[in-house]
């Protein structure tokens, strides 16, 4: 079964019910969690900012921000009794869905767990999709946990993950 299981997560409450979901693989299976946080520099680049106040102000912002969802992450995992380790990357050229699918290769990853809000048709054309990226991508099976309440559940409703395998 799964023995390394390797979780992106941003601090959304997408994020978060997709790392729920690996606690629960990793307690049955007794695997080892990677979580990693992506800072995508490139996410919040307007044009106006001058590369200065852009490196030397934001990026800094954001890699602190990183560092604290990855300790929230891991101290989620502390209290359900699970042993998780951390990575933080800054991302400027490749997209989130390449570092994902390559720290899976390096790590030798079993599983991703990803939570996913299950956009679809225009929504998913508009936003792109990180998830579906590292599905088609993924040298390993990956686990979407879906946010997506289905129709006729209310809001906040259960993830319920669809696997996948690459």
Not at 15 to 20: A, E, F, I, N, V
Not at 22 to 32: D, F, I
Not at 83 to 96: H, I
Not at 111 to 124: C, D, N, P, S
């Amino acid at each position: 079964m799964y023995r390394r299981i390797l979780v992106p997560i941003d601090g959304s409450t997408t994020s978060l019910r997709g790392l729920d979901e690996a606690l629960r693989l990793a307690k049955l299976t007794g695997a080892k969690l990677r979580l990693i946080h992506v800072v995508d520099e490139l996410k919040y680049v307007t044009g106006f900012e001058t590369f200065a106040t852009y490196s030397g102000d934001l990026v800094p912002l954001m890699a602190e921000a990183g560092r604290q969802i990855l300790e929230q992450g891991r101290e989620r995992a502390r209290r359900a009794g699970i042993k998780a380790e951390s990575v933080l990357f800054t991302s400027l050229a490749g997209r989130v869905s390449e570092i994902v699918v390559e720290q899976a290769r390096t790590w030798k990853a079993e599983l991703i767990v990803i939570g996913t809000h299950g956009r679809h048709g225009v929504a998913r054309a508009l936003l792109g999709s990180d998830a579906e990226q590292v599905l088609r991508l993924a040298p390993v099976p990956v686990l979407l946990v879906n946010t997506r309440p289905d129709d006729g559940q209310a809001s906040g409703a259960a993830a319920s993950p669809a696997v996948a395998h690459a």
